[in-house]
Every structure is written in structure tokens, then in C-alpha cells.
């Protein structure tokens, strides 16, 4: 694949963002022969995505306001590095329509859909009007303007309780919560409007039926810039931690061929439906009847991408760069399947025996000793944003890395991450880790008793 003669001939990119992703997006831009560009805070003067980068700008001090979020200071960094397009990796800028926007107005490819795309799907409410529009299945429930208190809990009544608040404005797992009965009601409700208005600055909110023990389940797809549009299949993240993700898969366990093709084709209608390009993933709900529920759609590239890329042996950022070159899709619909299963689990600075605090600290020692632990270097994928000796601070998001395995099938896939997370070599700084093996071990999870409250429902096993 050759980007430089590509209909926007791309020689150079951007990565407008540190940490794991941005490692491992100049991965691919260096095997694509393109002159990766990092930029970096105080904070990240020295770190792997500075080093690992063909050249590195400045951007401004530690706090990510003034630096990784800064839209001028990054735009700047582009222009004097005649940069050709800017990847956003996820988090920070990555669904900022507004830096899409400023990125077009200066000439430079973003790597991302339109900023319209991202502005349809940046609001909850108005995300579920264009899905019903699209004949995606929604979450029975209340999604309307009119935010009056008395008709809202008339809504709830009307779904019939349990109902989920959610901030339409929301993201992160923030601004949400479950109300058992009328009597707690208004105390929610306001609990919600208080928490949604300091996060995001607006406290509009939709009501959805609360259902018990779904399985999130989540497509991924992807469009160009011609109007086509594939699935590369599903993974499940139902295991989560106050509704971030801990561990996903792909595919989902237990998933029948007719309702794969039912969920991938509704995740392309509603890319289709916000002229979308690019990768994105479309979150449902899937109850255990099989039924599932549109829940929001992520206008970037996800955490878990790994897992698809390793069940279908596609490079999903090679794919962006692609599409972003004004190139079709690598591959149609009918040349996509599915080889064998992958896992990941996302390795924090944090300590759960201190309700998950993020931890500080120098690395002494990180890395996987693949050979003495007899692994196939194929099969186990370590995406990193650090090495050892590296100071892990506590300005930005503690995910350290990325433990990505593949199997022939789930239990082969299973059995190597056990043996991957005994032998990540962590010394120096506090991490999850052996809660991810207490979760990775569990009976329960072996046997994919998967749901969103998995965690919760083990607590006493899992601490
Ligand atoms: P956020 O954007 O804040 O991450 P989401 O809407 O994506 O919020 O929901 C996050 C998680 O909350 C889901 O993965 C699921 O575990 C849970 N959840 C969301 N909606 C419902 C619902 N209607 N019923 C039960 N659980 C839900």
C-alpha cells in the first residue's frame, strides 16, 4: 500500500496523543514508511512516544489542558512539522469536532471521521433520534427535549422501573445512575443533573430502561470516504469496573451466525446513517434473550482494538491511514473473517487493595519475558507506553499497557493470558495485575458467564 500517491498523498503524521496508542500508532506509520511526528508536556519530555517518534514538538506544561488538549498548540505543531495528516489516538482531542474542524481548516488530514459525524454521536439524545431515525434498535426508553423534573419522572413511570439515568451529554461512566423505585426518584435526579453539569457542562438528561445483567457488546466498523462501509466483528467488554472496561474478547462467547450478521449490518446502517468514515465502534446491549439495544457510538479508535485485529489479521490503524489517503476500504465485507480468539486486559498504575488509587513511581523493571515463559511471540501482544526506568506520574490516565493474546479458540486464548500475566516482569510501581489474574482465573469467567456485572456479582472471589 503506497500512501504517498494515494488521492491525498500522505508522507508524514501527526499523533496527537502519548501513552500506549501513540507507540503503537508510530508502529505502523513507521512500517507504512511515514515519518511519524509525537508531541509531548513537560511531563512526557523523555517518555516512549518521544523516543520511539522520528521527531518530537513541545507542546506546553505537564496539565493536559495546556498541552494535549491544547487545539492551537497541537495545529501549531503540525504546520511547522508540515505534517500531512494528524492522528488523534483515543481520549484527549480524538471526538473533538471542533479540532477536526480546525485540522480541515489548516489542510491537514485528520485521521478520523467528518466533524459532523462526531457531533451527531457526541450527544446521547440526539445520537438515539438519528439511530430510531435509522431502524437501529434502541433501549425502551425517554430521550426528548423537554426536561421538565415532573416529566421526567412520569417517563420513568411510563418504563417502569428499574430506569437509568444518563447525562446526554456523558462519557466515562459519569453522570449515571440507577433508580430502583419512585421513592428515589428525585434524589437521583438531581444527584445525576449535579454530577453531569461538573463534568460536562450541561445537565440534560435521558432516562433507559435499566436492564439487569446485560453483556456490552460492541462492533466495530469501519467506512470510507467512497460511502462503503464493513464490520470486522464483535467483542465483548461486559467486564467492567464502575463501568469501565477491564478485560474484553473477540468475538463474543456464544454468538450465533445470524445475530452477528443482524448486529455488524445495524452497526453500518447507523455509520451510515451520520456519513461516517473511518474506524468506529457501535455499543449495544445484548440481553439473554439475544435482543440488543443501540447504546452509543465511539467516533475514534478503541482501547480494545487489539482483539479484533489479532481474530481477523487486519491492522486497523493501516486501515485509517488508508481511508484517511482518500483510499477504498482494504477489504470487502465477503474477504473479512474471523480466526480463532483473542483477549485483552488492561494493566493500570493503581492499587485495588486501595480502592484502585492511581499509583506513582519509577519502573525498575517492566517487560515480558516471552521465551522463559514459552511464548509464542505471535500469539502475545505487549502495547506499551513504557519501558523500564520510566517515572510513571499522576498527570494522565494510569493504563500502563495492553496484554493482548490470541488462541486457536477461547480456551487456548484463556490459557495464554493466565501464563502472559504471570510473566509480566512489574517492579517499582503498584498495578492491577493480580486482580487481572484473580478475573482472568475465575471459574465463572472461563465458563463465560459474562455480564456487566460480573465484577460486582464475584466481588468476593475477585478481592
Ligand atoms: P459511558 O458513555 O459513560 O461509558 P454508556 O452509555 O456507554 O456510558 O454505558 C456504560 C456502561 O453502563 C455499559 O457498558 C453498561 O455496562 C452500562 N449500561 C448502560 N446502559 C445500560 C442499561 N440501559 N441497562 C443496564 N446497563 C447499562
Given at each position: 500500500m503506497s500512501l504517498a500517491n494515494a488521492?491525498?498523498?500522505?508522507?508524514s503524521v501527526l499523533i496527537a496523543n502519548r501513552g500506549e496508542i501513540a507507540c503503537r500508532v508510530i508502529r505502523t506509520a513507521r512500517r507504512l514508511g511515514l515519518r511519524s511526528i509525537a508531541v509531548y508536556s513537560d511531563a512526557d519530555a523523555n517518555a516512549r512516544h518521544v523516543r520511539e517518534a522520528d521527531e518530537a514538538v513541545r507542546l506546553g506544561p505537564a496539565p493536559a489542558r495546556e498541552s494535549y488538549l491544547d487545539i492551537d498548540a497541537v495545529i501549531d505543531a503540525a504546520r511547522r512539522t508540515g505534517a500531512d495528516a494528524i492522528h488523534p489516538g483515543y481520549?484527549?482531542?480524538?471526538?473533538?469536532a471542533e479540532f477536526v474542524a480546525a485540522c480541515e481548516h489548516a489542510g491537514i488530514a485528520f485521521v478520523g471521521p467528518p466533524a459532523s459525524a462526531i457531533a451527531a454521536m457526541g450527544d446521547k439524545s440526539a445520537a438515539k433520534a438519528r439511530m430510531e431515525t435509522a431502524g437501529v434498535p434502541l433501549v425502551p426508553g425517554y430521550h426528548g427535549d423537554d426536561q421538565d423534573d415532573d416529566h421526567l419522572r412520569a417517563e420513568a413511570e411510563r418504563i417502569g422501573y428499574p430506569v437509568l439515568l444518563k447525562a446526554?451529554?456523558?462519557?466515562?461512566?459519569?453522570g449515571m445512575r440507577v433508580v430502583e423505585s419512585s421513592g428515589d426518584f428525585q434524589a437521583a435526579l438531581d444527584g445525576c443533573r449535579r454530577e453531569s453539569k461538573a463534568a460536562f457542562g450541561d445537565d440534560r438528561m435521558l432516562i433507559e430502561k435499566?436492564?439487569?445483567?446485560?453483556r456490552h457488546v460492541e462492533v466495530q466498523v469501519f467506512c470510507d470516504s467512497q460511502g462503503d462501509g464493513v464490520y470486522l466483528f464483535e467483542r465483548d467488554c461486559?467486564?467492567?469496573r464502575r463501568h469501565q472496561k477491564v478485560l474484553e474478547e473477540a468475538?463474543?462467547?456464544?454468538?450465533t451466525e445470524p445475530l452477528r450478521r443482524e448486529m455488524g449490518e445495524a452497526a453500518v446502517r447507523a455509520a451510515r446513517e451520520i456519513g461516517y468514515v473511518g474506524a468506529g465502534t457501535v455499543e449495544f446491549l445484548l440481553d439473554a434473550d439475544g435482543r440488543f439495544y443501540f447504546m452509543e457510538m465511539n467516533t475514534r479508535l478503541q482501547v480494545e482494538h487489539p482483539v479484533t485485529e489479532m481474530i481477523t489479521g487486519e491492522d486497523l490503524v493501516e486501515w485509517q491511514l488508508a481511508v484517511a489517503a482518500g483510499?477504498?476500504?482494504?477489504?470487502?465485507q465477503d474477504e473479512l473473517a474471523i480466526s480463532g480468539h483473542a483477549f485483552e486486559a488492561r494493566l493500570y498504575a493503581e492499587d485495588p487493595a486501595q480502592d484502585f488509587l492511581p499509583a506513582t513511581g519509577t519502573l525498575e523493571r517492566f517487560g515480558l519475558d516471552l521465551t522463559g515463559a514459552a511464548l509464542d511471540a505471535d500469539r502475545v501482544r505487549l502495547d506499551s507506553g513504557v519501558d523500564a526506568g520510566d517515572a510513571v506520574s499522576m498527570?494522565?490516565?494510569?493504563?500502563l499497557a495492553k496484554l493482548i493474546v490470541h488462541g486457536d479458540d477461547r480456551d487456548q486464548a484463556l490459557a495464554t493470558l493466565n501464563r502472559a500475566l504471570a510473566a509480566l516482569d512489574v517492579v517499582g510501581v503498584t498495578t492491577n495485575r493480580a486482580f487481572l489474574q484473580r478475573l482472568a482465573g475465575h471459574p465463572a469467567f472461563q465458563r463465560a458467564e459474562?455480564?456487566?456485572r460480573f465484577i460486582e456479582h464475584h466481588h468476593d472471589d475477585l478481592f
Open positions: 488521492p491525498r498523498p500522505l508522507g481520549g484527549f482531542l480524538s471526538e473533538n446526554s451529554a456523558g462519557g466515562g461512566g459519569k435499566y436492564l439487569t445483567r446485560p461486559s467486564v467492567q468475538p463474543a462467547p456464544g454468538m483510499l477504498p476500504l482494504p477489504r470487502a498527570h494522565y490516565d494510569p493504563m459474562l455480564d456487566t
